[in-house]
Every structure is written in structure tokens, then in C-alpha cells.
């Protein structure tokens, strides 16, 4: 059987999809933004280690701290209720979550009063050139699931590069360790051209990844048009064949 020959469920997203995502990736980087340019972008870790952080292996630590720190960055804003970026809700999503946080903005539309996005943060080091190559993003039954159940789905990747280093306490005369963001991308993956993903078929029923989470160009497509490109990648892999897209198919109900 070819993958042409299936009587696929086709999702159709909202008229205005497009002009959503754009308002929440738009509002989302200002956020970053207005934090690094204020100096709220740094996280201080109190040692007490005289010759401060064991730098050759800190960015195994950095970026789950970098990442808590755009989450509560968030969570700090929405509880502003005047807030310039409308955003009106934050909540950390469990740690098996597809993403990190979801957002949720004050926006009418054609889909509601408010503009739900699952955030997937990706903290990389500036400082180090493989750093942000390849990173897994999502498994492919798992979003190519949530588009089917809602066409209007948001997942949104940001990127956030940061760099470490140390500086003395002068209250203890002991070295701390500062993580500071230092440069920000936030994209919708929908919109993220085809060059740019890959797919891994590790792991389960493999994932989505971005070849290099720094350098990433975006096209318009529809969301039935990125779930063929998820099926085409899928497809592809030499791991993977049209029987075992038919069995995700029908256990996921992507086919009527």
C-alpha cells in the first residue's frame, strides 16, 4: 500500500493561525529581550569552592538552570496583570511533557479569547561549536498526534545560548558561578523549513530534531502540510517503513 492511498484525517487550521503565531513568537523574544537588556538575564550560584566552577564540565548543569530561569522569567510576567505582552498564564509542564512551559496570551482570534503555546526551551553554550547540533525536539507520534486532535496546536522552540563564567563574592572572598543569557530565537515549529529537521529514529517512535538550533530558516505551510513533511521524514528513514507508518496510523488515528 502506498501512503497516497490512505484516507488520512485532514486538520485545517484557523484563518488567522498564522498572524497568532506571529504575535505569540514576537511577544515571547521581547520578553527575552527587555530581560537581557535590563540585567535580569543571570543566574548566580553561591559555592564555596575557592577556585570556582570546574568550567570544562559546566554546561552540563547550565542548561537545566537556564532553562528554570525562563520559566519562572515567564511566571513572574503573567502574574502582572498589566503586563505589555498580555500574557496572562504560565505553568511548568511535567517533566514526561511534550514541552517545557505553556503560555497562554490575551489575544481574540478566530480560536478563543486566548493563544495557548507549548514552549520547548533549549538552552545551548555560546562557547562551544557543537553546542545546539542536532537536538532532540519532540517525538514524531507524539506531535504528529497533537495536530490531528487540534489543528490550531502552537509548539514553540526557544532557543537560548548562554555563556559561564566565574566572579568572587566579595562578602566571602569564595568564587560564584554566572550563567548569563546572552542571545535569544524563538520559532514555530509548523513554520520551520525542511532542510532545517531531521529525524532520529531512536528512542521510542523516534524524534524530531534540528540540525543546528542557532542557523534556522522558516516557510509558511499548513498544518495538514507539516504533517506530511513529519510523515515524509518519517518515511525516509531506512529504519522505518509504510507498514510501521500504518500501525502509528491507526493506534494514533491519524486515518479514518
Not at 520559566?71 to 503586563?83: K, P, Q, T, V, Y
Not at 490575551?106 to 553546542?131: M, W
Not at 520559532?187 to 523549513?193: A, R, V
Request: net charge negative.
Amino acid at each position: 500500500m502506498k501512503y497516497e492511498d490512505f484516507d488520512f484525517k485532514i486538520p485545517t487550521e484557523s484563518a488567522d493561525y498564522k498572524e497568532a503565531s506571529c504575535f505569540v513568537i514576537s511577544s515571547i523574544e521581547e520578553i527575552i529581550k527587555e530581560a537581557i537588556e535590563t540585567g535580569k538575564n543571570k543566574i548566580i550560584i553561591n559555592t564555596n569552592l575557592k577556585n570556582g566552577l570546574p568550567m570544562e564540565n559546566i554546561n552540563k548543569i547550565a542548561g537545566p538552570f537556564v532553562e528554570a530561569w525562563a520559566g519562572e522569567l515567564f511566571e513572574s510576567i503573567a502574574l502582572d496583570e498589566n503586563n505589555k505582552w498580555s500574557l496572562v498564564h504560565s505553568e511548568a509542564c511535567s517533566r514526561l511533557g511534550m514541552a517545557d512551559i505553556i503560555l497562554q496570551f490575551k489575544k481574540e482570534s478566530t480560536f478563543g479569547s486566548v493563544i495557548s503555546a507549548n514552549v520547548d526551551s533549549k538552552a545551548t553554550a555560546e562557547d562551544l561549536e557543537k553546542s545546539g547540533k542536532s537536538p532532540n525536539i519532540t517525538s514524531f507520534a507524539r506531535i504528529r498526534t497533537a495536530y490531528v486532535e487540534d489543528a490550531d496546536f502552537m509548539f514553540v522552540i526557544l532557543s537560548l545560548k548562554h555563556k559561564v563564567f566565574c566572579q568572587k563574592n566579595r562578602e566571602t572572598n569564595l568564587m560564584d558561578g554566572v550563567m548569563e543569557v546572552v542571545k535569544y530565537n524563538a520559532y514555530d515549529i509548523k513554520y520551520i523549513s525542511d532542510s532545517d529537521l531531521s529525524y532520529n529514529p531512536a528512542l521510542g517512535t523516534g524524534q524530531i530534531q534540528i540540525k543546528d538550533i542557532h542557523y534556522v530558516s522558516t516557510v509558511d505551510r499548513t498544518t495538514w502540510e507539516f504533517c506530511q513533511l513529519l510523515d515524509s521524514k518519517y518515511l525516509t528513514s531506512s529504519k522505518r517503513s509504510i507498514e510501521d507508518w500504518k500501525q502509528l496510523a491507526i493506534s494514533y488515528k491519524w486515518i479514518k
